[in-house]
């Protein structure tokens, strides 16, 4: 009885220990990840969306969670409650860690006005033909007249 005992007390020394070793990291992603997520999961992919997409950097190390918080942060800010980017921007920057997005109104005189969900309607088309990288775009409409050109590259800044 004295083997089975140690054999017991080992085997749950083992087990508590890949128990402690399996324990989450301390890492957290934005909540602008998952808010992103849940839109994908309710809008259907529209290629549609976007023309003139072009791969630029298929190497350049884009986290995914930080793209997405850096889509949401284009106009000062879109995530939660607000439904659109309006006013009066002709251009915008969105950064997050190593993601950064750049919009442009194509027309002259036009301002961006686009909304959260033709936003990542845009950048879901652009990346289900550049699916890692860098790349550029053109959103259909989005703009007080016309199209919105954005590019998705490494942030420097941060």
Known sequence: MRFGSAFLEALVAVAGASVTVAAPSSWSVPQEHLEILALRRTIPLNPDAVSDVHCQDRQARIIF???????????????GSTDHCGGSLTTTVGRKGSAKFHLAAVDKGATIDITKTRWEE?????????PTGSLSATCLGGATSGDVAFTLEMNSAE
């Open 122 to 130: 845009c950048v879901h088309a652009a990346r289900a033909v550049c």
């Open 65 to 79: 969670h930080e793209e997405n918080a850096a889509q949401l942060a284009i106009c000062g800010g879109i995530a």
